[in-house]
């Protein structure tokens, strides 16, 4: 017991327990914290998803401007309207430039007579 008592009370003992204790200490904190290079490794993931992250949210924005810019479902109604309104008028457009075709042939007609007539007389 006594060589037990004598081993505890000298100081390099003491110091070695005490070493002990900080390197099991080290060991334990080595396994619960990451080492610089896998730090780094995970500061560079964390950077890209951020920037991944930030070009999702600016497409995003852009697609939430363009949909609030589509005509809505009334606006699309009156432009169907209007459309339609629009074939209706070509349609009559159609029919008065008709009614001018025959007039145009009747007239060609008529020149091409005169221009008959015309070299006949002077022959």
């Known amino acids: 017991m006594d060589f037990i008592k004598d081993l505890f009370s000298s100081p390099t003992v003491i110091v070695m327990i005490v070493q002990g204790v900080f390197m099991v200490a080290m060991i334990v904190m080595q396994s619960k914290f990451a080492t610089r290079e896998e730090f780094e490794k995970l500061r560079v993931e964390h950077d890209t998803l951020q920037d991944k992250q930030e070009r999702g949210e600016m497409r995003m924005a852009f697609m939430e401007k ?56 002077s022959v």
């Open 66 to 121: 363009a949909i609030q810019q589509m005509p809505d479902e009334s606006s699309l109604h009156n432009i169907s309207n209007q459309i339609t309104e629009l074939k209706g008028e070509l349609k009559a457009i159609n029919a008065r430039l008709s009614g001018f075709n025959d007039i145009s042939d009747r007239m060609q007609n008529q020149v091409d007579r005169i221009d008959e007539f015309l070299k006949r007389r």
